[in-house]
Nanobody, 115 residues
Framework: QLLLSESGGGLVQAGGSLNLSCASRGLIFGRYDWGWYRQIPGKERELVAS???????KYGDSVKGRFTISRDGAKNLVYLQMNSLRPEDTNTYYCNARLMRSTYWGRGTQVTVSS
């Protein structure tokens, strides 16, 4: 059974940091493209950061220079290091795994940034 499980969310003051983790099981980690997304009210989920199976990294414009995505294939983990957090970063963050037409989502982890 495929499972993506996010952790590491919480409450932090503006300017603080959090490190999110996405643990996976049931898939061949290195074959997938990985990403972190957050929900925009009334819209589709917004890309926060992604890392392809070839190591190509992309960031959403609002997080460039503040967030860093990484992965550990030996542990089947994907990370999102979030620095200089802002109140507008408050959201539920979802881990995504994608291979061709197959895409999988975790249940999300809540990040709340207080001003």
């Amino acid at each position: 059974q495929l499972l993506l499980s996010e952790s590491g969310g919480g409450l932090v003051q503006a300017g603080g940091s959090l490190n999110l983790s996405c643990a996976s099981r049931g898939l061949i980690f290195g074959r997938y493209d990985w990403g972190w997304y957050r929900q925009i009210p009334g819209k589709e989920r917004e890309l926060v950061a992604s890392i392809s199976r070839d190591g190509i990294i992309k960031y959403g414009d609002s997080v460039k220079g503040r967030f860093t995505i990484s992965r550990d294939g030996a542990k089947n983990l994907v990370y999102l290091q979030m620095n200089s957090l802002r109140p507008e970063d408050t959201n539920t963050y979802y881990c995504n795994a994608r291979l061709m037409r197959s895409t999988y989502w975790g249940r999300g982890t809540q990040v709340t940034v207080s001003s």
